[in-house]
T-cell receptor, first 112, second 115 residues
Framework: DAKTTQPNSMESNEEEPVHLPCNHSTISGTDYIHWYRQLPSQGPEYVIHGLTSNVNNRMASLAIAEDRKSSTLILHRATLRDAAVYYC?????????????FGQGTTLQVKP | NAGVMQNPRHLVRRRGQEARLRCSPMKGHSHVYWYRQLPEEGLKFMVYLQKENIIDESGMPKERFSAEFPKEGPSILRIQQVVRGDSAAYFCDSSPLSSYNSPLHFGNGTRLTVT
């Protein structure tokens, strides 16, 4: 079973910021927090990942709570192309062979 | 810099036929994972392979499904005697050695339709 909880769906207006929450209250010390997104008819696409500190890259930012039991993916300016299913996943290599356990994710709709 | 390549992109098989799905990892990647996505559902892990070894097949159905990743060539997911319930999108991803702290790179999948 997925170890994360996300809202089923969210809406955003184009060019506005989007905050996608994820709860992972049973996270262990060796779990990395990964985010992927899946556009229609495509494979999942890596977005960002982190362990303890907040992370930024060209696609998004990842804010990780101090106790690591929740995190938030931040899209700074949503575009229509960002409409996708966003998955928050905990990835632990040594005890889990590194496989990803997907939940249902959050379906993000972006309105023009 | 070629990404993960999967072929064919679409595959149609009649019930009882065999399906072979191929996954070529990114250059330098020796780990491959296969996932299945049934219609309107999330991705489910199937199998994890390193070159010439199956490391974790806990998500593979017990019958008709097999996977290999030979020393040379792509990883192959083989489904024998397909049934309609096998209709799904099959994705693979690859990663380099010792990469639990690295992104995974997915292919665009093979969409299998069983008629």
């Amino acid at each position: 079973d997925a170890k994360t909880t996300q809202p089923n769906s969210m809406e955003s207006n184009e060019e506005e910021p989007v905050h996608l929450p994820c709860n992972h209250s049973t996270i262990s010390g060796t779990d990395y927090i990964h985010w992927y997104r899946q556009l229609p008819s495509q494979g999942p696409e890596y977005v960002i990942h982190g362990l303890t500190s907040n992370v930024n890259n060209r696609m998004a930012s990842l804010a990780i709570a101090e106790d690591r039991k929740s995190s938030t993916l931040i899209l700074h300016r949503a575009t229509l192309r960002d409409a996708a299913v966003y998955y928050c996943i905990l990835r632990d290599g040594p005890s889990n062979t590194g496989k990803l356990i997907f939940g249902q994710g959050t379906t993000l709709q972006v309105k023009p | 810099n070629a990404g993960v390549m999967q072929n064919p992109r679409h595959l149609v098989r009649r019930r009882g036929q065999e399906a072979r799905l191929r996954c070529s990892p990114m250059k330098g990647h020796s780990h491959v994972y296969w996932y299945r996505q049934l219609p309107e559902e999330g991705l489910k892990f199937m199998v994890y392979l390193q070159k010439e070894n199956i490391i974790d097949e806990s998500g593979m159905p017990k019958e008709r499904f097999s996977a290999e990743f030979p020393k040379e060539g792509p990883s192959i997911l083989r489904i024998q005697q397909v049934v309609r319930g096998d209709s799904a999108a099959y994705f693979c991803d690859s990663s380099p050695l010792s990469s639990y702290n690295s992104p995974l790179h997915f292919g665009n999948g093979t969409r299998l339709t069983v008629t």
